[in-house]
């Protein structure tokens, strides 16, 4: 794992006693599923959902593929996707730029393809716009992780899915263009990889 990722991984743990405990109970239902996918020695297929899939999604996506890494919790894929597609956002790359995470743009289209590493060594997560039940994603036996109220509020029904979980952020494009832009991105993005840590950390236990 790229050192200035991993030291900020080692910083999450010393935090999960910040999680309100109402939360703790969501987030606990998502540990028992990826534990039970583990004891059945099943694939874990895990899909971050949000309204344009351009910042919280990929947010979580990326996490949950560093954590099952840092937590070695095998056989788990990452995907996200959204209720329309625009684009990855150039602030949320930039937010987890700042933490060590290595982010390459491999197409030049308006919905840009980026490949997003956290350890040279692992296959990147590949980053892109999409709707949540775009090709590229599974099309059953996956968690749909909620993280944001507006695609929760309207995606009533998600096909193929086996756990849907709301665990929903506020938006930091509500600061685009404003002083706290990257304070806002960096505190989103680190609450999610906060909450997705506490997750892996109790898969093994």
């Keep these: ?36 996918k583990v004891q059945e020695n099943k694939p874990i297929r ?6 344009h899939n351009s910042r ?4 979580g996506q990326v996490w949950a593929q560093a954590a099952a890494s ?11 996707g959204g209720t329309e ?8 790359i930039h937010a987890l730029e700042k933490i060590g ?11 840009p393809v980026y490949e997003v590493s956290y350890d040279l060594d692992e296959q990147p997560a590949l980053c892109f716009s999409k709707t949540y039940d775009d090709k590229n994603n599974p099309q059953s036996g ?23 979980i709301a665990t929903t952020f506020d938006d930091p494009k509500e600061f685009d263009n404003t002083s706290q832009q990257d304070e806002k991105y960096s505190e989103r993005c680190k609450q999610i990889a906060l909450e997705t840590f506490y997750v892996f950390s109790k898969i093994n236990l």
Excluded: W
């Design 101 to 111: 995470f290595q982010i390459k743009k491999t197409s030049e289209e308006k919905n």
């Design 1 to 36: 794992m790229i050192q200035s990722i991993k030291t900020y991984c080692d910083s999450l743990t010393g935090e999960f006693h910040s999680i309100p405990a109402r939360r703790k109970e969501i987030l606990d239902k998502f540990t028992l599923y990826i534990r039970n």
């Design 46 to 51: 895990l899909v971050y959902v949000c309204t």
């Design 142 to 164: 996956f968690a749909a992780i909620m993280t944001c109220s507006d695609a929760e509020e309207n995606c009533p029904f998600i096909p193929g899915v086996e756990l849907r």
């Design 70 to 80: 840092y937590y070695k919790v095998p056989n788990v894929h990452t995907y996200s």
């Design 85 to 92: 597609a625009t684009a990855f956002h150039p602030n949320a």
């Design 56 to 59: 919280r999604s990929h947010f």
